[in-house]
């Protein structure tokens, strides 16, 4: 069986300013802006990577949904209870001071972790958060 990750999703409540920070502050390029019964989804992804995407949806985006339903995910996303995203990179010290001085929500500074990593955290706007993992040297 052959496959590979294509796409995964990240609830956001304001595009606008999950695009500053994903695309100006991470440096994701912009491959999609869609918008479909008062919904947008805007699909960004590492210029490098060309076959994975992350699709920033509304929180839950089911035109049909419940109004309820729609406050829940709203609730649960402002509390920081969704997950987010771990990225890869070769310098997590270097992705932290970048993304801290363009005003990112600090979570946890980079530290070594004892099952093989130095990462570090964030929260991007919407209260989601991202991880930034740089594998040790075996």
Do not use: S
């Not at 502050?25 to 060309?50: A, C, H, K, Y």
């Not at 997590?92 to 093989?116: K, N, S």
């Amino acid at each position: 069986m052959d496959i590979e990750l294509a796409q995964c999703f990240i609830a956001v409540d304001d595009h606008d300013k999950a695009l500053a920070f994903y695309r100006d502050v991470l440096g994701f390029e912009v491959r999609n802006d869609v918008g479909f019964e008062g919904m947008r989804w805007v699909t960004v992804g590492i210029p490098g990577q060309p076959g994975v995407e992350i699709v920033l949806e509304p929180p839950l985006a089911d035109p049909n949904a419940p109004a309820a339903d729609r406050q829940a995910a709203a609730e649960l996303m402002a509390k920081g209870m969704l997950r987010g995203v771990n990225f890869r990179t070769g310098d997590c010290d270097a992705a932290f001071e970048r993304i801290r001085a363009a005003g990112g929500e600090v979570l946890q500074e980079p530290v070594d972790q004892p099952y093989g990593v130095r990462d570090c955290a964030f929260r991007d706007p919407a209260g989601n958060m991202l991880r930034f993992v740089q594998p040790r040297a075996q």
